[in-house]
């Protein structure tokens, strides 16, 4: 670390105040609006009457503009970039400016900057773990928020102490998946009657997630089932190998590459089964918001999923697929035929998730174990941190 940053750092370090109510700076570094990004947006929408005062920032990022469509305000920091000698002295005059006792970091680049100014006396430091990533992104850091059991276990893995770790499902509300639009107006908008079947996948367009073995999936679905729709809603890097491969199989018109949506609760509503086959998902944020929309889900049992996903009673996990064994095409082929098949099992596979979704997943809940947390690291009673209803 440069000794001009760490000196500069230090010139902001963390004021002598005590300020009646807590103050927390939730720092984020997006590349895009994916999971850590919605639900930052959807923590922050509940915190604004509790006794913790919440602030954000963020780098610069094309996921800016869609957090501030969401009704997010941050201040916008120029600390992208893991040798950014400059994002100490920013992320320190922040913490000053806004008089800051605890910094939230949400993905590794804020993580990691986050860290380093705690070490060289700006505040304490919660670092939320969004994903299978680097420990050395977190060593810094106080304490350490898992998404997920599958998550914490990694984090052992890799050295951390238990007692550092929380894990702290996302939880989801139906508010957050609130829809705008007729079922009809969608549906002839992309083309599909109202008894059309449709499969639906919500997700940044990665190998990790799935698409690769969904599209060949899709294939043996839809020879079996020609009148089904594929809707495949997020944009990424292999959007090109999809599309050829669509093409190659003869569904292009059937598989659906609808790119970035905004209507994504509407979409989730008109779908019968909701396929997203992800290699090891940290969580699936998705997940949830499927089984509160009702939606029987077809996932791959590794990562969080199966934390989420009760196989035959909320939806199907079918294996992940590995480098040298066989692929898991057809098990996710027959997976969403099962359900495809047997409407009225993925509905009440659908009522179900629901309800355990509104049990299990909750904002108050979370809220209240999010405010326990901040307790122990300032090692101070905290009033509550729910809003208001």
Known sequence: MCGTAIR?????????????????????????????????????RRTGDGGVVHRCASSRSAANAEMRVAGMTFDTLAISGKANLLAIPRLSHAVRRHKIDVLHSHLSTASWWCGWLERVGGPRSIGHVHGFTSAKWHRGQT???????????????????????????????????????????????????PDTPIVGAFAHLS?????????????????KMPAAQFWCSGEGALRGELEETARAMGIADKF??????????????DVDVMCLPSHREPFGLVYVEAALAEKAVVACNAGGAPEIIMHGETGLLVPPPTVDG????????????????????????????????????????YLDGLNALYARVLDRELPSLRKAA
């Open 8 to 44: 500069s750092a230090r010139r902001y370090s963390m004021p002598n105040h005590k300020p009646q109510s807590p103050r927390v700076l939730h720092v984020i570094t997006p590349s895009r609006m994916a999971g850590a990004e919605t639900f930052l947006v959807r923590l922050v």
């Open 256 to 269: 659906k590459l609808l790119g970035f949506r905004r209507d994504v609760p509407d979409l989730m509503r």
């Open 143 to 193: 304490h350490l928020i898992a998404c997920s059991a599958a998550v914490k276990q990694d984090l052992l893995s890799k050295g951390f102490a238990a007692e550092r770790i929380t894990v702290m499902h996302y939880p989801v509300d139906p508010d957050d998946i609130r829809t705008t639009r007729s079922r009809l107006d969608l549906r002839t908008e992309l083309g599909a009657s």
């Open 326 to 365: 066989p692929s898991n095409v057809t098990a996710l082929a027959e997976a969403v035929l099962t359900l495809l098949d047997n409407r009225e099992r993925a509905a009440d596979m659908g009522r179900r998730g629901r309800e355990l979704a509104l049990q299990r997943f909750t904002w108050p809940r």
């Open 207 to 223: 190998l990790k997630k799935g698409y690769r073995e969904l599209v060949r999936a899709a294939e043996i679905v839809l020879r």
